[in-house]
């Protein structure tokens, strides 16, 4: 009789210790889920730059799990279409009551679509100048052929209402632009609803967050030739030489610009944008006079004459600057409907 309890108790022990490895194990693989899960929401989430045809990283869930994110490349971006990509998401928990020393961590894989969606820029011109540009140096470059080896089709040398704010013609020569003017509108009430740039939201800092926020061009940052930043200055500034580099600026007053002065990307300008002097060179695209979508009333901006004795800008459009400048702002988008838990390993 002992002995027959002595067996049912031992069954009875086994049955619970069994049920338990079972309960474990599955705890285990809904947490190995969850950390993949975790994983894919956090490597689209942190993409801050267009992926690379085969990308890998090991991301640290909690302190003791890890998701291993894969991004396979299924279909290039051409410049029409956008990429197409598959992500895949290793997570490997250690995290719930296992009870054998044997046992290895729980594994769970997922997998969804993406594409990447690219900021784009509208360029109307080499120069958009919303109020109007005073041109008056008789020489320099206003070229809106693209400068790029992928070479996109060529914008307007300058883009002007036909009647600037100081009741002038919208564009006064030399130099000539090329290609031709594009006309924007009558007045540059009419010209700022043809700029589709949403410069409000820009001052207001909803969108374009900057690396650097400036008062004037103290502070300027160092040249990094890998960095694109965003630099923006509250107010007005004068750059030269000192101030060269790459990437995206954004004032919301005045801005001139001074010889030596060299910039490859995006230059958007809330008021006046002078050239004094020779020599600034831009390669990427230029906007001035934003103000006026804010209802404010900006002046012409100028390029030479007695107020920026020289202005002999050499100035040429270049989309592979642009498409730079703006890169970071680009985004995974997840397919929805693209989701599965049971993608292959390889």
Same mark, same amino acid.
């Given at each position: 009789?002992?002995?027959?309890?002595?067996?049912?108790?031992?069954?009875?022990?086994?049955?619970?210790?069994?049920?338990?490895?079972?309960?474990?194990?599955?705890?285990?693989?809904?947490?190995?889920?969850?950390?993949?899960?975790?994983?894919?929401?956090?490597?689209?989430?942190?993409?801050?730059?267009?992926?690379?045809?085969?990308?890998?990283?090991?991301?640290?869930?909690?302190?003791?799990?890890?998701?291993?994110?894969?991004?396979?490349?299924?279909?290039?971006?051409?410049?029409?279409?956008?990429?197409?990509?598959?992500?895949?998401?290793?997570?490997?928990?250690?995290?719930?009551?296992?009870?054998?020393?044997?046992?290895?961590?729980?594994?769970?894989?997922?997998?969804?679509?993406?594409?990447?969606?690219?900021?784009?820029?509208?360029? &109307?011109?080499?120069?958009?100048?919303?109020?109007?540009?005073?041109?008056?140096?008789?020489?320099?470059?206003?070229?809106?052929?693209?400068?790029?080896?992928?070479?996109?089709?060529?914008?307007?040398?300058?883009?002007?209402?036909?009647?600037?704010?100081?009741?002038?013609?919208?564009?006064?020569?030399?130099?000539?632009?090329?290609?031709?003017?594009?006309?924007?509108?009558?007045?540059?009430?009419?010209? &700022?609803?043809?700029?589709?740039?949403?410069?409000?939201?820009?001052?207001?800092?909803?969108?374009?967050?900057?690396?650097?926020?400036?008062?004037?061009?103290?502070?300027?940052?160092?040249?990094?030739?890998?960095?694109?930043?965003?630099?923006?200055?509250?107010?007005?500034?004068?750059?030269?030489?000192?101030?060269?580099?790459?990437?995206?600026?954004?004032?919301?007053?005045?801005?001139?610009?001074?010889?030596?002065?060299?910039?490859?990307?995006?230059?958007?300008?809330?008021?006046?944008?002078?050239?004094?002097?020779?020599?600034?060179?831009?390669?990427?695209?230029?906007?001035?006079?934003?103000?006026? &979508?804010?209802?404010?009333?900006?002046?012409?901006?100028?390029?030479?004459?007695?107020?920026?004795?020289?202005?002999?800008?050499?100035?040429?459009?270049?989309?592979?600057?642009?498409?730079?400048?703006?890169?970071?702002?680009?985004?995974?988008?997840?397919?929805?409907?693209?989701?599965?838990?049971?993608?292959?390993?390889?």
């Amino acid at each position: 009789m002992m002995a027959l309890l002595a067996l049912a108790v031992t069954a009875g022990f086994g049955r619970v210790s069994e049920e338990r490895r079972i309960v474990g194990d599955q705890q285990a693989q809904l947490d190995a889920l969850a950390v993949a899960q975790s994983g894919l929401e956090r490597y689209v989430a942190l993409r801050d730059s267009a992926p690379v045809p085969n990308d890998s990283v090991a991301i640290p869930i909690g302190p003791r799990d890890t998701a291993h994110v894969v991004l396979i490349e299924i279909r290039p971006d051409n410049g029409t279409t956008s990429g197409l990509y598959v992500i895949r998401s290793r997570g490997v928990s250690h995290g719930a009551p296992r009870f054998s020393a044997n046992t290895p961590p729980a594994q769970r894989t997922v997998a969804q679509y993406a594409t990447w969606q690219a900021v784009s820029m509208d360029v &109307k011109a080499a120069w958009t100048a919303i109020a109007g540009l005073r041109s008056e140096s008789g020489t320099g470059t206003l070229n809106g052929n693209d400068a790029c080896i992928a070479s996109a089709p060529a914008v307007a040398g300058v883009a002007v209402p036909v009647t600037a704010q100081s009741g002038q013609g919208g564009f006064s020569a030399p130099p000539t632009p090329t290609p031709p003017i594009r006309w924007l509108g009558p007045l540059p009430a009419n010209a &700022k609803d043809s700029v589709h740039i949403d410069w409000n939201s820009i001052v207001t800092g909803s969108v374009l967050q900057p690396d650097y926020t400036l008062t004037s061009e103290s502070g300027w940052p160092m040249f990094v030739p890998a960095n694109w930043p965003v630099i923006r200055v509250d107010g007005d500034a004068t750059l030269d030489g000192g101030e060269s580099g790459q990437g995206l600026i954004v004032v919301t007053g005045n801005l001139t610009v001074t010889p030596g002065f060299v910039w490859d990307g995006v230059i958007l300008v809330g008021e006046m944008l002078t050239v004094s002097g020779t020599g600034p060179r831009v390669r990427g695209a230029m906007v001035s006079g934003l103000n006026v &979508k804010l209802g404010m009333t900006v002046n012409d901006s100028r390029s030479g004459g007695p107020s920026a004795p020289g202005g002999d800008i050499d100035l040429r459009y270049d989309s592979c600057n642009v498409n730079a400048a703006l890169a970071r702002f680009g985004h995974l988008t997840l397919i929805a409907n693209a989701w599965t838990d049971s993608w292959p390993e390889n």
